[in-house]
């Protein structure tokens, strides 16, 4: 946004008349950060899990963990924002602990419970990409007493690319641990697709944006199709997110993707509404 103010201000030559709205900006960015730096101990960050289905059987694999902030200031804000300023002021590697711990946490007592087959996605920010994510992730495994492989954790190309050496070192690492990894927003990252070769990946997944259209616009039926052939050629689980509707479902099965999520089945649920639907899908 703050760019978007800039390019404004220089194009009409008129610094004076855009200043208030750069200072909300500001403002607002201040606020969230202050406001970051006392989610943590006030509670206010909370994670919620969105189910993952398999194609044609509809079978539950597991969950996605998505994080939330509901801030007593400032009301509930999106993962969208929040995340990019808890990486500014380098509070994404906390936060991001605390998200690893807890989803173990909870994974754990859905495997007690006996949900043993059920594995648990985690998302990644570019600056979790550090030699000691390895030590991390396999505390919090042996904490919750979870084995590796109910673990899978999800990257952006784009965060990769960041740093393709590290990530390499890391993901190999990560993999010898026994975990799942996961290419996020798979196709928007404009990157060259060699470095797969040099991945030790499980999972694409194909970004919502390219989901969203697939019964209206060739061009995105047409990448869709062509991430899942890639996925099927080099091995790897396919899983597409954003399903929305009964459209895209059908041609998503017809396509042959792995596994889907989207609000079609679920929306991100907190775990009580999980615990709802084991009970549904147990009676069904
Ligand atoms: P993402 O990893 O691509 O997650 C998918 C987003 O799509 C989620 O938004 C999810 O709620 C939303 N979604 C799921 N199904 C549908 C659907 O059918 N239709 C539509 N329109 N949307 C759907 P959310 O929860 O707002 O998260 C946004 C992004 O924030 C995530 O995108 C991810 O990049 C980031 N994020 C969320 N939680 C974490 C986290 O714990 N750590 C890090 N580093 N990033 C996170
Ligand atoms: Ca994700
Ligand atoms: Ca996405
Ligand atoms: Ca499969």
Known sequence: DTAMYYAKSQGRNNFQFYLPAMNEVTSRQLSLEAGLKEAIERDELYLVYQPKYTLPQ???TGFETLLRWESNTLGSISPMEFIPVAEEIGMIELIGHWVLNQACQQLSVW?????????IAVNLSAKQLKTDLVSIVQAALAVANLPASALELEITESSIMKNPTDAVTIFTQLKELGISLAIDDFGT?????????HFPVDTLKIDKSFVHDIDSKKADATITTAII???KSLQLEVVAEGVENHKQLSLLTDYQCDQVQGFLFNKPLTPDECDHLFFKTAQA
């Open 189 to 197: 990252g404009y990157s060259s697709l060699s470095y797969l070769k």
């Open 229 to 231: 052939a890639l996925a």
């Open 111 to 119: 495997h007690q419970i006996g949900h043993t087959d059920l594995t």
């Open 58 to 60: 509809h079978k539950l």
